[in-house]
């Protein structure tokens, strides 16, 4: 696991939950970042927040904070840019970014490694997404740092917001 970097998805507005972050809301005592990070860090090499704005409000969290590469605040896939870009600089080594959203507190334990092993013997350039009985769960998924590129076209671009659309064209 250690060519994967985790990134967790803190960078939206949270608009559905009326604003704010989401990230910070308290669940049985703790925020929801302490419970995803908690899960998430034994499963990857490197950990990294996605996260927009002052990133001192995140600094007890102990993680590195990547904001958006591109401006509007596009959506999860920005921060999958973040991610693949942080990757790039700080862990060079590093094949694929995990994603996991900042409001999922019980993420699987165990996640990356079933995503990693549904890439062997298949393409390990490709992507892996969890499907479970409840449906396709796309932003926790696992991507290959190769398509940095094309994700920040198709970003600057504006073919890209929908996150299973990328994926399905990748």
Known sequence: MSEIVGVVLAGGLGRRMGGGDKALIALGGRHLLDRVIERFAPQ???LVLNANGDPARFEAFGLPVAADPVAGHPG???GLLAGMRWAETH???ARHVATAAADTPFLP???VARLAASLDGADPDGIAVPVTATGTHQ???LFPISLADALEEALVGGAARKVMAWIERH
């Open 76 to 78: 999860p896939l920005a």
């Open 109 to 111: 334990l165990g996640l």
């Open 44 to 46: 990857v090499g490197a």
């Open 91 to 93: 862990r060079p080594g």
């Open 139 to 141: 932003v926790c998924a």
